[in-house]
């Protein structure tokens, strides 16, 4: 079964930290998203990567293949970083994306 | 910059009304995707197209329907809405092979 889980699913940090968020997925994906979700509902999609690392601004985002495990960091957090962050894996055969629950990040000022 | 459109970013309807949520792109991609989105269970796939006139289940399609006459215009219709219908829906589009661009949404309410 084609799976995608992320972690944590809930995270609250202090302005400044560096956070983490972690992913992993099952065989037969071939590319991950990282897609941030505001509070109002729209969707903007941040990364897709299917090797190495990828970075804008104090975002990154990191793959391991062997592993099928991916992280996204954001430096410096900011109390606007605030949202919804969701994992999401692009399959093979077609451009069907199978999507994590999401980890919901809170940075308090 | 892409733009993917919905018709409504609030909707609240009765039970058994016929409702039709509509989205437009304006990139001339290929396909076209309609989620529901529910606390808990993330993102879901209702039915996605691939091209005009062409569409495809996804993981939940029961109670659903769509349409897709013109390329930029994917529809989502719910023949006779019910209460568990109530949910977050949300478009997307893309060219093959490329991450997916979300429209802002619609929040339907069935009462």
């Known amino acids: 079964k084609n799976e995608v889980e992320q972690s944590p699913q809930n995270l609250t940090a202090q302005e400044g930290e560096f956070i983490t968020i972690n992913c992993s997925y099952s065989?037969?994906?071939?590319?991950l998203h990282w897609l941030q979700q505001h509070p109002g509902g729209g969707i903007v999609s941040l990364f897709m990567?299917?090797?190495g690392k990828k970075k804008h601004g104090r975002l990154i985002a990191t793959i391991n293949i062997q592993e099928k495990h991916s992280s996204l960091h954001i430096t410096a957090s900011h109390p606007r970083d605030s949202a919804v962050y969701i994992c999401?894996?692009?399959?093979?055969?077609?451009?069907?994306?199978?999507f994590g629950k999401g980890t919901r990040l809170h940075i308090l000022p | 910059d892409v733009k993917v459109t919905q018709s409504s970013r609030y909707l609240v309807k009765r039970t058994g009304e016929k409702v039709f949520l509509e989205c437009v792109q304006d990139?001339?991609?290929?396909?076209m995707f309609w989620y529901r989105q529910d606390p808990g269970l993330g993102l879901r796939l209702i039915y996605f197209?691939?091209?005009?006139?062409?569409?495809e289940k996804g993981d939940i399609p029961e109670g659903y329907s769509v349409s897709r006459e013109k390329k930029e215009r994917f529809s989502l219709i719910l023949e006779s809405a019910s209460t568990n219908q109530t949910s977050m829906y949300l478009c997307?589009?893309?060219?093959?092979?490329?991450?997916?661009?979300f429209g802002p949404g619609t929040r339907l309410l069935v009462l």
């Open positions: 197209s691939y091209d005009v006139k062409m569409k």
């Open positions: 999401a894996g692009g399959m093979n055969r077609d451009d069907k994306i199978i």
């Open positions: 990139m001339d991609h290929e396909n």
């Open positions: 065989v037969g994906i071939s590319a």
């Open positions: 990567l299917s090797s």
């Open positions: 997307a589009s893309s060219p093959p092979g490329v991450t997916q661009y």
